[in-house]
C-alpha cells in the first residue's frame, strides 16, 4: 500500500514570496491533516479536513495560510507572503477514520527555508 | 487544553540495553488516544505504538512496550534490546478532538 506522499521535498524562497505544497493521502482515507514542525519542536496541527470539508482550521494563520483539498482527496497548503517564521517542515497525514478516532500516517514532509 | 510533556530531550543507550522514554500529559478527557512516533534523520514519521486509554492492558508491538498509568497521566515508552536503527527523534503524542505532540526525545543508539 503506498503511503502518503508530498512534493515538493524541499524549497527555499525569499521572503514575502508565495509557496505551495502537495500532499496526496493513502488511498480510501478520509481525513487529511496539515502540520507545522518547526526545528526542533514537535508537530503542530494546522487544519484538519474531513472528506473535503474543513473540520478545524483555528491554528491556521488565516492571513497568509489557506489550503483547500479539493474532490475529497489530494490537497494543496499555500503561504503567500511567506515570513522568515515560516521556515519549517510542513507534514501532511491522513487517517481512515475522522479527527480523533483513527491512527494517522505521515508524509515524508517538505522542508521550507524562508531566506 | 491538552499538553504534552518529554522531560528528556536527549538519551543514549548501548545496543543492546533496554531504554524507557518518559511522557506524561494533561487532560479533562476520559477518552483518548496515546501515541508514540518515531521520526529518523530522514524525517518519516512512523508510528511506533498506540494506546487506548480505555484498556487496562499495556500494548506491546515487539520490542516496544507502553507502561500507560492514567491516573497518574503517564505514558512511557520501554524499548528492549535496542539496535543502531532505533536512532531517532520520539515523539510522544495524545489524541482526542486533535492530536498534540510532545517536544521529543533525541535517542542515540551506540555501538
Known amino acids: 500500500e503506498a503511503g502518503v506522499a508530498q512534493s515538493p521535498r524541499y524549497k527555499i524562497i525569499e521572503k514575502r514570496q508565495s509557496v505551495a505544497f502537495w500532499c496526496n493521502p493513502i488511498?480510501?482515507?478520509?481525513?487529511l491533516y496539515w502540520y507545522q514542525q518547526i526545528l526542533g519542536q514537535g508537530p503542530k496541527l494546522l487544519i484538519q479536513f474531513q472528506n473535503n470539508g474543513v473540520v478545524d482550521d483555528s491554528q491556521l494563520p488565516k492571513d497568509r495560510f489557506s489550503a483547500e483539498r479539493l474532490k475529497g482527496v489530494d490537497s494543496t497548503l499555500k503561504i503567500q507572503p511567506a515570513k522568515l517564521e515560516d521556515s519549517a517542515v510542513y507534514l501532511c497525514?491522513?487517517?481512515?477514520?475522522?479527527?480523533?478516532?483513527?491512527?494517522?500516517?505521515f508524509g515524508p514532509g517538505t522542508r521550507l527555508t524562508v531566506l | 487544553a491538552q499538553t504534552v510533556t518529554q522531560s528528556q530531550p536527549e538519551m543514549s543507550v548501548q545496543e543492546a540495553e533496554t531504554v524507557t522514554l518518559s511522557c506524561t500529559y494533561d487532560t479533562s478527557e476520559n477518552n483518548y488516544y496515546l501515541f508514540w512516533y518515531k521520526q529518523p534523520p530522514s524525517r518519516q514519521m512512523i508510528l511506533v505504538i498506540r494506546q487506548e486509554a480505555y484498556k487496562q492492558q499495556n500494548a506491546t508491538e515487539n520490542r516496544f512496550s507502553v507502561n500507560f498509568q492514567k491516573a497518574a497521566k503517564s505514558f512511557s515508552l520501554k524499548i528492549s534490546d535496542s539496535q543502531l536503527g532505533d536512532t531517532a527523534m520520539y515523539f510522544c503524542a495524545f489524541m482526542n478532538n486533535d492530536m498534540r505532540f510532545g517536544a521529543g526525545t533525541r535517542l542515540t543508539v551506540k555501538p
Open positions: 497525514a491522513s487517517s481512515l477514520g475522522g479527527p480523533g478516532t483513527d491512527t494517522q500516517y
Open positions: 488511498s480510501g482515507h478520509a481525513t
